[in-house]
């Protein structure tokens, strides 16, 4: 008799469970307007190292300091650095110094000088060859020995030679330099100039500055310690994307859309909603992963989904677990419009 009484309050239960479960199904799977994707909160990291081997000389923040794109962070001892460019710029103001007397050639002094001297070679080759004549019909009458007579045409020969070098000489200066002289001193100070440019990128390289806006994580190093491209000196935290990855199912794959919009909810916030946007969905599938998967759906193959959030990086950590709903029933923005700034 009292497991008949208890029949009707057992139904009861059954039904409730069962209501219950059907209800939280729906809660879970919601509308055909909105589909809940389960992911986490996902910042990208930079590890910020000098490009260079140099002592550090200071740090200029510190954890949990933000920064603005191009702000200086730390500094490396500079004066060998400094000192490579000072060598570097000589050998350039030098060489160039070399190309400019090189392409504007002879000074005009210098070529009258060379007029002058072709001037006087050709008086003493005149006076030379004057002299050889006599002393060869002097000859003839045995007036002198032949000695005499063939000392006078070596030295007009003698002569006559000057006056040939005197005027190709001439010729040298008036012509200017060979270009292939010019193109050699000129290539000369482009490797001067390349070797100028190299120190001062490596004096600029001793300043270590944040490449986005982000948030300062880790100070590894500090002043003193030898620096080197290998060993990072910062951790950094970007604020800019952020984003949730989350997973959708194969059924529900042809329901999300890129630019879609988002809302995304933390347990931490649970009264606030982040506005955002669908900006990625990979292209192949995958295993659930650890960090999402149930026992119903381990075996299930999903697809990895970007939620771009239009919110700050102090609210939304890494690794926070979120709610992504995508809303299925608004449009995506027109190409090349804000989705953080579509419906305010």
Request: aromatic share 6%.
């Amino acid at each position: 008799m009292k497991f008949k009484s208890l029949a009707p309050v057992l139904a009861l239960l059954v039904a409730g469970g069962l209501a219950a479960a059907w209800w939280f199904q729906r809660e879970e799977q919601g509308s055909s307007d909105v589909l809940r994707l389960h992911g986490n909160v996902d910042i990208r990291q930079v590890e910020l190292a000098f490009n260079g081997n140099e002592r550090i000389a200071q740090v200029l923040v510190r954890e949990g300091d933000r920064v603005r794109k191009d702000q200086l962070m730390a500094v490396l001892e500079s004066e060998r650095l400094q000192q490579a460019v000072a060598q570097a710029q000589a050998q350039v103001s030098a060489q160039r110094q070399v190309v400019a007397r090189l392409v504007a050639g002879s000074r005009p002094q210098e070529i009258r000088k060379a007029r002058a001297d072709v001037a006087a070679a050709q008086v003493d080759a005149r006076n030379a060859r004057r002299a050889y004549e006599r002393d060869q019909e002097l000859a003839a009458r045995r007036f002198i020995a032949e000695q005499q007579a063939d000392n006078s045409r070596a030295a007009a020969e003698s002569s006559e030679a000057r006056l040939n070098a005197t005027q190709e000489a001439l010729r040298l200066l008036e012509e200017g330099s060979r270009k292939e002289d010019i193109a050699a001193a000129q290539a000369t100070l482009a490797a001067f100039e390349a070797a100028r440019a190299l120190a001062e990128r490596n004096l600029a390289d001793a300043s270590l500055r944040a490449p986005a806006d982000g948030i300062v994580e880790n100070r590894i190093l500090e002043p003193g310690d030898m620096a080197s491209p290998q060993k990072a000196v910062f951790t950094l935290a970007m604020t800019e994307p952020l984003w949730v990855r989350a997973y959708v199912s194969e059924p529900d794959l042809g329901k999300v859309r890129i630019g879609a919009a988002a809302e995304i909810a933390t347990d931490s916030y649970p009264d606030k909603r982040y506005r955002g946007w669908i900006g990625f969905i990979s292209p192949t599938a995958e295993f659930t992963p650890k960090a999402v998967e149930t026992r119903e759906i381990r075996t299930s193959l999903v697809y990895q989904v970007r939620a771009f959030v239009c919110a700050d990086l102090d609210e939304l950590r890494l690794g926070m677990p979120a709610t992504v709903t995508v809303r299925l029933d608004r449009p995506p923005p027109a190409a090349g419009a804000d989705p953080c700034k579509e419906g305010q």
